[in-house]
């Protein structure tokens, strides 16, 4: 069975990342507050990137690595700016630079 990893933007500018069997059942349910509880109180909500996978385990399983991406990380992926993925998973805090 197929499935989708989906980054939506909440009405206060944050990302929801999940993943789902349906994607467009999945997408009323945010937006009707029957979604994630971090949803409800950021309705409504918006449907920024989506893939499909051949199976919903690998869905989840990219799920799980998104939503540990910066939101800088997050924003190249929803722009399709693919080529700034490798980049942008290097560390970026201050600490790790000075210790290179």
Known sequence: MSGWIYILKCSDNSYYTGSTKDLELRLAQH????????????????????????????????????????????????????????DLAQCQNESHSRNR
Not at 38 to 51: A, C, D, H, I, K
Not at 56 to 75: C, M, P, T
């Open 31 to 86: 937006n009707i507050g029957k979604g994630s509880h971090y949803t409800q109180n950021r309705l409504p909500v918006t449907l920024v990137f989506s893939q499909e996978y051949e199976r919903i385990d690998d869905a989840f399983y990219i799920e799980k690595q998104v939503q540990g991406w910066s939101r800088n990380k997050k924003l190249a992926l929803i722009e399709g700016n693919y080529e700034l993925l490798p």
